[in-house]
């Protein structure tokens, strides 16, 4: 899997961990040489596992060609990360939870618990983790390909985009872990559904 993009010179892909450029002729529209790797060890996003049909490259150009990447494993693999939270003021703190291979995540509307995918293995499933820290982490699936989660207004319950019986059918859960039932969404697109998010700080992986 690759992710690419132009440059005036070049045509820039990550193939696994590793960045590479393939001279390029804009004005032809041809490729005029071979690729040369330029950076070994780039971040990706859900590569391998459930997340392999994702797999975005962390990496972008400056208008004068600098280059900024997030480092990463050389395989491609999926990065272990923190689960952190930032505060009004940017203030960002460390959680109490182990490094994993968190994905998308969403913070409840009341500010008080965040809805994360964790890629484990061949399966993603959705954590809830309550920020007071007064309660474990629940996981709210078990098996299958269980991404994007968002919360419904009230905080009560969850929609995620699941895999589980074949098809990418959107799934609804109360976060407490109970009474999971598919949504009348059907397979559209997880950009159609929706929800509130008003809270005061945010979650972030570092």
């Avoid at 994007?148 to 959107?170: C, K, M, N, T």
């Avoid at 109970?178 to 700080?201: E, F, I, M």
Wanted: proline share 5%; hydrophobic share 35%.
């Amino acid at each position: 899997q690759f992710r690419g993009k132009a440059t005036p010179r070049s045509d820039i892909y990550a193939f696994g961990g590793t960045l590479f450029a393939v001279p390029f002729d804009l004005g032809r529209l041809q490729v005029t040489g071979g690729p040369v790797p330029i950076v070994e060890g780039i971040r990706r996003a859900g590569v391998g596992g459930a997340g392999t049909g994702i797999g975005t490259a962390h990496y972008s150009f400056s208008d004068t060609g600098s280059l900024i990447y997030v480092p990463g494993p050389t395989s491609g693999a999926v990065s272990q990360s923190i689960l952190a939270v930032a505060d009004g003021k940017g203030t960002l703190i460390p959680q109490k939870v182990p490094p994993k291979a968190y994905g998308v995540l969403r913070v409840s509307p009341d500010g008080k618990q965040i809805a994360v995918a964790v890629e484990e293995g061949k399966d993603s499933n959705v954590w809830i983790y309550d920020l007071a820290g007064t309660s474990n982490v629940r996981q709210l699936t078990v098996g299958g390909a269980n991404r994007y989660p968002i919360w419904s207004s009230d905080s009560q319950r969850v929609a995620f985009q699941s895999g589980r019986e074949g098809d990418l059918a959107h799934v609804v859960a109360e976060a407490g872990g109970h009474h999971v039932r598919r949504s009348d969404l059907g397979t559209r697109s997880r950009g159609q559904v929706d929800g509130d998010q008003d809270a005061d700080v945010a979650a972030v992986i570092a």
